[in-house]
């Protein structure tokens, strides 16, 4: 990994003490990795193919690429999926409405996933961001996402936003990134979130808080060119103009054509003969079969 600086690595690793309680645990779960029968990865080859082709030359165990597991969840119904979310929270379908009547890539999709805690000025700061900025919006606000206190917009915000912002506890986000109306999402870079925009083709603005996330965000940023990243301190003024850039600046279609081409190399990847494809085969018939009796009828 190539330039890497020291607020790219995961949070929980960036100290000068060795015995810290995390560094520990981190170490041993390594160590544990390291007696695998199998490592298997939620990304594909080619979004990654340099840290994977390292991984596979420090590690005994066999490694497998499976990824964009949503990919593979793409591939089934929905009476199929109803029952196999993996969502924390309940989900609310009116926002799928809303975005039918809305404009082919108009809306900013705005969620900082099942975790993330943000303080109340912070909240402010992206909200009037959002107001200033003029683009059509979803924010998922859940019910703890503001730390000490329930999450409070002012009424003149609401006024602001009422006729094109839409604000909900939680919503499905694999059904609203591939929604044609979004042309943008604002996230906290997550891993299952970024795989989730890069399988629809959705181009990011990254607000990474926590463990892997600002090396998720370095690599969106810098490595795959599909997003832009607040840095610093969080205020209105950033907001507003990294929204713009995203969604309407010079920047804007160059990032679109690149979420697009990585949207189309994974769905290629799961695809019969594709690099994930190949790695499923090979995980059954290196790991889950190696031994089983074979079937004599």
């Given amino acids: 990994m190539p330039n890497i600086r020291l607020r790219d690595l995961p949070t929980f690793i960036r100290t000068t003490n060795l015995h810290d309680f995390i560094v520990q645990y981190c170490k041993v779960e390594c160590q544990e990795a390291l007696r695998s029968s199998a490592l298997i990865l939620n990304t594909f080859y080619e979004l990654e193919k340099e840290v994977l082709n390292a991984v596979k ?6 490694m497998y690429a499976l990824g964009p597991l949503i990919s593979f969840s793409n591939h089934e119904s929905k009476d199929q999926l109803k029952n ?27 969620s900082f996933g099942s975790m993330t805690i943000v303080t109340p000025q912070e909240l402010n700061e992206f909200a009037w961001g959002l107001a200033n900025c003029l683009t059509p919006f979803i924010w998922i ?11 409070i917009l002012s009424e ?24 044609a109306s979004v042309g943008g999402f604002f996230t906290h ?68 054509l690149k979420a697009m081409e990585w949207k189309d190399g994974s769905e290629r990847a799961v695809q019969i003969g ?22 004599e009828s």
Avoid at 88 to 105: F, G, I, M, T, V
Avoid at 157 to 165: A, H, L, S
């Fill in 141 to 151: 606000i859940r019910e703890d996402l503001v730390k000490g206190e329930g999450a």
């Fill in 57 to 62: 030359a420090s590690f005994l165990c066999p």
């Fill in 189 to 256: 870079c997550g891993w299952n979130s970024c795989m989730e925009s890069i399988c629809h083709g959705v181009p990011m603005i990254c607000w990474p808080v926590f463990a892997d996330q600002q090396m998720n965000c370095r690599y969106i940023c810098q490595e795959w060119g599909i997003g832009m990243e607040i840095e610093g301190e969080v205020n209105r003024e950033k907001v507003e103009a990294l929204v713009k850039a995203l969604m309407n600046g010079e920047k804007s279609r160059e990032m679109r």
């Fill in 84 to 110: 196999t979310s993996m969502s924390l929270w309940n989900q609310e379908s009116e926002c799928l409405d809303w975005l039918e009547k809305q404009k082919p890539r108009s809306v900013l999709f705005v």
């Fill in 274 to 295: 594709g690099s994930s494809y190949l790695d499923f085969e090979k995980l059954m018939n290196e790991v889950l079969l190696k031994g089983q009796p074979m079937d």
């Fill in 156 to 179: 003149e915000f609401t006024r602001e936003t009422k006729e094109r912002g839409f604000i909900a506890r939680w919503c499905d986000q694999a059904r609203v990134l591939s929604h």
